[in-house]
């Protein structure tokens, strides 16, 4: 092969993994939403499909067997759970909306104890699960939690 032929082979090569580096990005930003360099907002990874119908079900917190079933949903976003530990509890508030093509569950605890306490929570399809922070209020502490459905 002479020097041009080398080239235009090279140039050939380069192209074309260009265009699959593109395509996997392009892929990327379709399937996780987009991030904004000027508002470095953070990608999406929630089906638009994903309704609220989709919450209910038990839910149970991994790390130390806490539960929330969820009985009903309302098409307003209000939510009828029970939280268990290990008995059960009722919350105070239970709410889930769509902000950003993420469907969120919003819970707060005031009976037993929890004095407030709240678990924001979104629902990721990709694992079936509602990943997101617990506040205890009792110790002012959030901690990063999921929980898997049962």
Do not use: H
Request: aromatic share 12%; glycine share 8%; with cysteine.
């Amino acid at each position: 092969m002479n020097a041009a032929g080398y080239r235009t082979c090279r140039s050939v090569v380069e192209w074309l993994v260009g265009l699959a580096l593109a395509w996997a990005a392009a892929g990327i930003a379709t399937a996780q939403g987009t991030t904004s360099a000027t508002t470095g907002a953070a990608p999406t990874t929630v089906a638009v499909t994903a309704n609220f119908d989709t919450l209910r079900g038990t839910w149970i917190r991994p790390d130390g067997g806490y539960r929330i079933v969820v009985r009903n949903t309302a098409e307003n976003g209000q939510i009828e759970a029970t939280y268990f530990n290990p008995t059960e509890l009722p919350f105070a508030q239970a709410q889930a909306s769509r902000q950003n093509a993420q469907l969120r569950v919003f819970l707060e605890l005031r009976a037993g104890g929890y004095n407030g306490s709240t678990y924001d929570l979104v629902y990721d399809p990709a694992s079936d699960r509602l990943k997101g922070v617990y506040y205890q209020a009792v110790v002012k502490q959030s901690f990063d939690v999921y929980f898997v459905r049962k």
